[in-house]
């Protein structure tokens, strides 16, 4: 294995890397100001957005859960990987040639992300050029009875499998892939004697994330004489996770931010026939059942977001088979729908056609029309309600109504609820005061209940965001304190802890623009302001931290090398006022950072004249003329001193 990766070659990376388009690969990012993104926490549940990035800065932070750090701390903490996987990565991205301190330039880590990722990605190679062979026959006819042509298998990477227990694990080992690499990645399984391929005879669908790396696959069952199931996904790997991947993201992600529109059906070649037909937002769970990570996924790619900056809700459609599958499915769905800030949508296809089959007998247009019918989730759970009952009877009207009031008391919006409130009276054939009577009670009944936002799953995932860090390299920068040798670390200081008062404002801004925007300040006047006097403690040991640090001043590093430079605990501090935003009207950067600058100068310069006068009170002229003499010099120079800061 080889040693730690070069030190300059991480700041390489670090540098050439923009964290803006690494992060906005997995939310999806605005504008936030000068210099500035936000969006929805990938690591909490959230409504308004409060995660931040600076990619001038290189470094992100959440105001809501705390998580905070560098372009490789959030590829950790997102995918799961160590510190060096993280660094090579980004450089395999850049085409950078990584130097170890040993002299070697690869590491070969047998079940390492990288080496899974490699693996996929050589099997989806084989399994597209196998989809050609003449014992492919029956994949291309299985596509082809689905109005799939050769064209559309491209499109979205279909492949075939071989009927045989060795041909990719043959193929792959070739390439110089072990077996143990192939388990690991889960192409292969382990029989009694010796490995087997995981997927045989079978039709395959490469399963990507949001930048359109391979992590798996889904596999559909062709040959009569396969006893497995009908759809067979990879297993979960360490970077394959079922409850987290939607299949078709990768294609649907900028549609889907852009029109602020997902459309989920249940299938792979649902998703196929709905993007085949325009329907470019469509995605599919991959082996289990639609969730709340599926469902967090979403909302970072949309940006759902839920407050008064809000001016246009995006929709959620979900597509279900009428079938008792399909209708368990919906009241999961529903059961979920409060995690969304966007509206949700119901679309079920006449006759029970799912958009595969629509597509294939009554053509695109059918798709587009079954997504722009779509009716809302609340209307389509209430009308299921009614379903159950007899409204010709008395006790099926108050069944019905007992059933339906909680639905409709969940609705968010209270115009939309007293709305469906008096369409279900007519419905049900009650009075339209009766019924709102039943919709505030069920109300008053669930309002005792836990909200999503705050169930204790969500709770517990977001406590545990922290320990998903994987490994750090000792020399990359802290976002949080590391343990000491017992265990226990120092509590870290946050923004959350300083003062409200204006002069800690003052100083805490100073030090936020000398972080954010050191091309703005003269390196004379940032180390003028960094040597005066700080009155707050905490932004006094951020002010020491700058000051060890300055050699670095402008350049790409000098945020990470000012968060290495202070004490672990005050880390977090550093990473937050250097993502934090400024009070900056329009583009008036170097304004407001030459009028922070001088204020806080001149404060020093009228604490120095304070002090100078009352030592030029207490001396006595005529005792000491030489020190009188040296005060009076030193209270001009510091007027001088004064005029020449304003004059800049």
Known sequence: MAGLIRRSDIDEVRSRTNIGEIVGEYVTLKSAGIGSMKGLCPFHDERSPSFHVRPQVGFYHCFGCGEGGDVFSFLQKMDH?????????????????????????????????????????????????????????????????????????????????????????????????????????????????????????????????????????????????????????????????????????????????RGKQVVVVEGYTDVMACHLAGVTTAVATSGTAFGVEHIKVIRRVMGDTDNADTTQLGEVIFTFDPDEAGQKAASRAFAEEQRFAAQTFVAVAPDGLDPCDLRLKKGDDAIRMLVSGRKPM?????????????????????????????????????????????????????????????????????????????????????????????????????????????????????????PSDPVTRLERELLMAVLQHPGEIDREIALRALHTSFTVPALSTVRDALVGAFEHYGTAQWVARAAEEAPSAFAPLVTQLAIAPLPIRGDHVREYCTGVTTSLIERDLLRRKTELLGALQRSDAAADPQRYRTLQRQLVDLEAERRRIRAE
């Not at 040993?102 to 047998?110: H, I, L, V």
């Not at 399963?207 to 596999?219: E, N, S």
């Open 81 to 257: 990987v160590t510190f060096s996987e993280a660094v090579e990565r980004l450089a395999q991205r850049l085409n950078y040639t990584l130097t170890y301190e040993d002299g070697g330039q690869a590491r070969e880590d047998g079940g390492s992300r990288r080496r899974i990722l490699a693996a996929n990605e050589a099997a989806e190679t084989f399994f597209r050029e196998q989809l050609q062979s003449p014992a492919a026959e029956p994949a291309r006819a299985f596509l082809g009875e689905r109005g799939f042509d050769p064209a559309a298998a491209a499109r979205f990477s279909i492949g075939f499998a071989p009927n045989s227990y060795d041909a990719l694990s043959g193929h792959l080992v070739k390439q110089g892939f072990t077996i143990e690499e192939l388990l690991a990645a889960g192409l292969v399984g382990q029989g009694d004697r010796s490995a087997y391929d995981r997927f045989r005879g079978r039709l395959i669908w490469p399963i990507k994330d949001v930048t359109g790396q391979t992590l798996g696959f889904g596999a559909r069952k062709l040959l009569e004489s396969d006893q497995g199931p009908k759809y067979l996904n990879t297993p979960e790997t360490a970077v394959y996770r079922k409850s987290q991947v939607l299949y078709g993201l990768d294609l649907a992600k900028r549609d889907i931010a």
């Open 378 to 498: 609340y209307e389509f759970m209430v009308r299921r309600r009614l379903d159950q009952f007899d409204l010709e009877t008395v006790e099926g009207r108050v069944g019905a109504l007992r059933a339906a009031a909680p639905v409709v008391a969940g609705i968010r919006d209270q115009s939309m609820q007293s709305g469906y409130a008096r369409t279900l009276a007519g419905w049900i054939g009650l009075e339209p005061g009766e019924v709102s009577r039943a919709v505030q009670t069920a109300r008053r009944q669930s309002s005792a209940r836990p909200s999503p936002d705050r169930a204790p799953s969500d709770q517990g995932a977001a406590a545990a965001a922290p320990a998903r860090m994987g490994e750090r390299d000792p020399r990359s920068p802290a976002d949080s304190p590391q343990p000491d040798q017992e265990g226990s670390s120092a509590p870290s200081i946050t923004m959350s802890d300083l």
